[in-house]
C-alpha cells in the first residue's frame, strides 16, 4: 500500500504533539467536552442564581440540547447561519446562548435575561469574542484540535466558574479508546500499518461513552497534549487554508467561515451526492446538523456540506478537494 493509496482529507483527528510550552484560555476552565463544559455552567447557575431556564437557537446540535435538557428547561429560539432570527424572550431568570456559526460571530439577541453565553467552538481564538458582551464563552476543543477530549469556558465578564468534577471512569475509558484510534490512525497515515477498520471502530466506541456523559474534567492527557500545540499558527493555517480552497471554488455558494469552507446546495439531493462522491474519493466532509424544527432550518441543514481546512491540509490536498468537489457538482449548484 503505497502513501497515495493511504490520502485522505477530513475525518477524525491523528494523534498530533507540538513543541510549544504554555498555557492557552488562561484562566478558563476545562472540562471533558465543550457540552460538559455548558452542562456544568448550567448546573452552577441553577444551583447558585436561580437560573430556571435556557434559551437555545433552532439551528443546534440535537444532542446537545438534549443533553443540556437533562440539567434545565430547554426553550428555543429560530436562529441559523444565514442570520436570521427571531427574539427570544427570556425573564430575569432564564439565560440565553448564542452560537458562533462556522466562526462568525454570533447575531446577538436584544433580550438576553440574566447572561449570555456564547458556543465558540467553531472558532475559540476568534479576536471578536471580547467584544460581543458575553458573560461566559464555551468551546469544545476536540473540533479545531487533535485531542481525544477537552472543552474550555471563561468569563470576559470575569464572572465566577463552576469548578470540573473528577472526569467519570465511563468518560475516561472513552479517551482511552478515541485515543487509541488516533494513535492508530497516525500508523497507518504515516507507515501503513494497521488496518483502517480497527480504528474507526475505536472512534466510534469512544464517541459513544462520551454520550450523555455527566460534567466533569478534561483527562490528564489532553491537559498536557494542549499546552504543546502552536495553536495560534494552526488557526492561521486553517485560516489561509480557507481562502485557498474558497479560491479554488469561486462561483459556488460558500458561506463565510473562519472553522473550514461551508458549501450551500440548491437542494439537499445535490448535496447528498457531492458528499457520497467525495466519501468515495477518501475526502470526509461534514453535515452540520440534523435539524427538526422549523421546516426552512431543517431544509438549510441539508443543504450545507462543510469542508475541513485545517493544519493538517496543505496546497496538495485543497488542489484534490477543490478539484473533487468541481467535478462532482452539477451546474445547478453554481450561483
Same mark, same amino acid.
Given at each position: 500500500? =503505497?502513501?497515495?493509496?493511504?490520502?485522505?482529507?477530513?475525518?477524525?483527528?491523528?494523534?498530533?504533539?507540538?513543541?510549544?510550552?504554555?498555557?492557552?484560555?488562561?484562566?478558563?476552565?476545562?472540562?471533558?467536552?465543550?457540552?460538559?463544559?455548558?452542562?456544568?455552567?448550567?448546573?452552577?447557575?441553577?444551583?447558585?442564581?436561580?437560573?430556571?431556564?435556557?434559551?437555545?437557537?433552532?439551528?443546534?446540535?440535537?444532542?446537545?440540547?438534549?443533553?443540556?435538557?437533562?440539567?434545565?428547561?430547554?426553550?428555543?429560539?429560530?436562529?441559523?447561519?444565514?442570520?436570521?432570527?427571531e427574539?427570544?424572550?427570556?425573564?430575569? =431568570?432564564?439565560?440565553?446562548?448564542?452560537?458562533s456559526?462556522?466562526?462568525?460571530?454570533?447575531?446577538?439577541?436584544?433580550?438576553?435575561?440574566?447572561?449570555?453565553?456564547?458556543?465558540?467552538?467553531?472558532? $475559540?481564538?476568534?479576536?471578536? %469574542?471580547s467584544?460581543?458582551?458575553?458573560?461566559?464563552?464555551?468551546?469544545?476543543?476536540?473540533?479545531? %484540535?487533535?485531542?481525544?477530549?477537552?472543552?474550555v469556558?471563561?468569563?470576559?465578564?470575569?464572572?465566577? %466558574?463552576?469548578? $470540573?468534577?473528577?472526569a467519570?471512569?465511563?468518560? #475516561?475509558?472513552?479517551?482511552?479508546?478515541?485515543l487509541?484510534?488516533?494513535?492508530?490512525?497516525?500508523?497507518?497515515?504515516?507507515?501503513?500499518?494497521?488496518?483502517?477498520?480497527?480504528?474507526?471502530? #475505536?472512534?466510534?466506541a469512544?464517541?459513544?461513552?462520551?454520550?450523555?456523559?455527566?460534567?466533569?474534567?478534561?483527562?490528564?492527557?489532553?491537559?498536557?497534549?494542549?499546552? =504543546?500545540?502552536?495553536?495560534?499558527?494552526?488557526?492561521?493555517?486553517?485560516?489561509?487554508?480557507?481562502?485557498?480552497? =474558497?479560491?479554488?471554488?469561486?462561483?459556488?455558494?460558500?458561506?463565510?467561515?473562519?472553522?473550514?469552507?461551508? #458549501?450551500r446546495?440548491?437542494?439537499?439531493?445535490?448535496?447528498?451526492?457531492?458528499?457520497?462522491?467525495?466519501?468515495?474519493?477518501?475526502?470526509?466532509?461534514?453535515?452540520?446538523?440534523d435539524?427538526?424544527? $422549523?421546516?426552512r432550518?431543517?431544509?438549510?441543514?441539508?443543504?450545507?456540506?462543510?469542508?475541513?481546512?485545517?493544519?493538517?491540509?496543505?496546497?496538495?490536498?485543497?488542489r484534490?478537494?477543490?478539484?473533487?468537489?468541481?467535478? #462532482?457538482?452539477?451546474?445547478?449548484?453554481?450561483?
Amino acid at each position: 500500500m =503505497t502513501a497515495d493509496d493511504r490520502w485522505e482529507s477530513g475525518s477524525a483527528f491523528h494523534l498530533v504533539l507540538g513543541s510549544e510550552h504554555k498555557r492557552p484560555f488562561d484562566g478558563g476552565r476545562f472540562f471533558g467536552s465543550g457540552r460538559q463544559a455548558l452542562m456544568a455552567l448550567l448546573v452552577h447557575g441553577r444551583n447558585t442564581f436561580g437560573w430556571t431556564a435556557v434559551h437555545l437557537p433552532t439551528y443546534y446540535c440535537s444532542d446537545v440540547v438534549d443533553d443540556v435538557a437533562s440539567v434545565l428547561d430547554v426553550k428555543r429560539y429560530a436562529a441559523s447561519p444565514e442570520g436570521d432570527r427571531e427574539e427570544p424572550a427570556p425573564s430575569n =431568570t432564564e439565560v440565553v446562548v448564542a452560537v458562533s456559526y462556522f466562526g462568525q460571530p454570533p447575531i446577538v439577541p436584544r433580550s438576553t435575561g440574566q447572561v449570555l453565553i456564547v458556543d465558540a467552538t467553531h472558532d $475559540p481564538l476568534a479576536p471578536w %469574542l471580547s467584544t460581543v458582551g458575553a458573560d461566559f464563552v464555551f468551546a469544545s476543543l476536540r473540533k479545531t %484540535l487533535p485531542l481525544p477530549d477537552g472543552g474550555v469556558l471563561w468569563s470576559p465578564a470575569r464572572r465566577a %466558574l463552576p469548578a $470540573p468534577a473528577q472526569a467519570t471512569e465511563r468518560h #475516561l475509558a472513552g479517551v482511552g479508546q478515541v485515543l487509541a484510534a488516533m494513535n492508530l490512525k497516525a500508523a497507518y497515515l504515516e507507515h501503513g500499518t494497521g488496518d483502517k477498520q480497527t480504528y474507526l471502530d #475505536l472512534f466510534a466506541a469512544g464517541e459513544e461513552r462520551f454520550r450523555h456523559g455527566v460534567p466533569g474534567g478534561m483527562s490528564a492527557y489532553s491537559s498536557a497534549a494542549l499546552q =504543546t500545540f502552536p495553536i495560534e499558527h494552526w488557526r492561521a493555517q486553517r485560516i489561509a487554508n480557507i481562502a485557498t480552497l =474558497t479560491a479554488s471554488l469561486s462561483g459556488l455558494d460558500i458561506l463565510p467561515s473562519t472553522f473550514g469552507v461551508v #458549501l450551500r446546495f440548491q437542494s439537499a439531493e445535490v448535496r447528498d451526492l457531492v458528499r457520497s462522491g467525495l466519501i468515495a474519493r477518501r475526502i470526509y466532509p461534514a453535515a452540520l446538523w440534523d435539524v427538526a424544527e $422549523p421546516q426552512r432550518h431543517r431544509e438549510l441543514a441539508q443543504r450545507l456540506l462543510f469542508l475541513h481546512t485545517d493544519f493538517r491540509s496543505d496546497p496538495t490536498d485543497l488542489r484534490l478537494v477543490a478539484q473533487a468537489v468541481r467535478e #462532482l457538482s452539477s451546474p445547478e449548484v453554481s450561483c
